[in-house]
């Protein structure tokens, strides 16, 4: 078949953009790749970005350094990743609360499904746990669904601050089990475990590993978890949406990068992240710091945004969540 000078001349230079483009990502990174976390150091999503980094940094051949820029709910991190360069040396480690506080926030023009490009999940569906006070007359989840509609606005809703995951996981419980409870913010989880455990408020949403202690001394009483399936740790507890149709909260993580990142680049650190997912050096330690893995495309993680994006603004919307 005949093909035209033009033709051949457009897929000859098609060819050596492709060749070069090649070339630059095989030689990616050059020098140091940081990657931006909006908390400070230590807890679960710190940890995640130092095992991902280190495991990164073995295997591209350069250092991979966390910033913490703590602040504004991790807004901070995300818009300085945001302005940063599309070359691949800024990544950011960002997760559902990300994405709910800039949903929430009314101070900045920020949206992740359009802003940065998803590279690869880290973890997937990290357990939140219903605890109550045990004093409360309630075992299950119905049960406390009957003597909440019995005793509307009368029962205290403890959360690690208002907006943050532990505050809309129960304002959805709210929005789908039709129940008033009186939102309780706190300034840290300590706080509003130490007045749960004294019965001043009575019912929190709490992540699994951080409430795990209080369970088995029988300071608190779980009544379901969050995720659509049990947790293993907790396998007699059943899971909220076993008896509230379409409840299910589950915080993920990944890292992202600024929109306009070449493709290259995107595959390649996606492609080097699910290896250590895979591997007990990397997936297997942050499995043991409470955060299951979650290996998946670019595309995989984008889809997860889009859909908690879409998710806590409904409940947002519905409680008429304000930022503090």
Request: net charge neutral.
């Amino acid at each position: 078949m005949m093909i035209s000078r033009r033709r051949a001349l457009a897929a000859a230079g098609a060819a050596a953009l492709v060749s070069s483009r090649s070339a630059w990502a095989f030689d990616y990174p050059t020098r140091p790749v940081k990657i931006v976390v909006g908390l400070p150091p230590g807890g679960s999503p710190d940890t995640t970005a130092r095992l991902a980094g280190q495991w990164l940094a073995e295997r591209l051949g350069q250092p991979f350094i966390i910033e913490n820029r703590p602040g504004a709910g991790g807004n901070l991190a995300a818009e300085a990743v945001i302005r940063a360069p599309a070359d691949g040396y800024t990544l950011l480690l960002i997760g559902t609360p990300n994405v709910i506080n800039a949903a929430l926030s009314d101070k900045v023009d920020l949206d992740f499904t359009r802003d940065v490009l998803p590279v690869a999940t880290l973890t997937g569906n990290s357990p939140f746990v219903m605890i109550v006070h045990p004093a409360l007359p309630a075992r299950t989840v119905p049960e406390f669904i009957a003597y909440a509609k019995a005793n509307p606005g009368k029962i205290n809703m403890a959360s690690t601050g208002t907006g943050n995951m532990s505050h809309v996981s129960g304002e959805l419980f709210k929005m789908l089990a039709g129940v008033d409870l009186l939102h309780v913010p706190f300034r840290g989880e300590a706080l509003a475990q130490g007045d749960l455990m004294s019965g001043r408020v009575q019912v929190m949403f709490d992540v699994l590993s951080a409430a795990m202690p209080y369970i088995k001394e029988g300071m608190v009483r779980a009544l379901g978890v969050t995720t659509a399936q049990r947790s293993p740790a907790l396998p007699d507890v059943p899971a909220i949406g076993e008896f509230v149709r379409d409840y299910e909260v589950g915080a993920s993580s990944g890292l992202a990068a600024p929109r306009n990142t070449p493709r290259e680049i995107i595959d390649l650190l996606n492609r080097e992240i699910n290896l250590g997912l895979a591997d007990p050096r990397m997936g297997g330690r942050i499995a043991e710091v409470g955060s299951p893995v979650l290996i998946g495309s670019p595309a995989d993680f984008g889809d997860i945004i889009a859909r908690q994006k879409a998710k806590w603004t409904e409940v947002i919307k519905f409680a008429g969540i304000k930022p503090d």
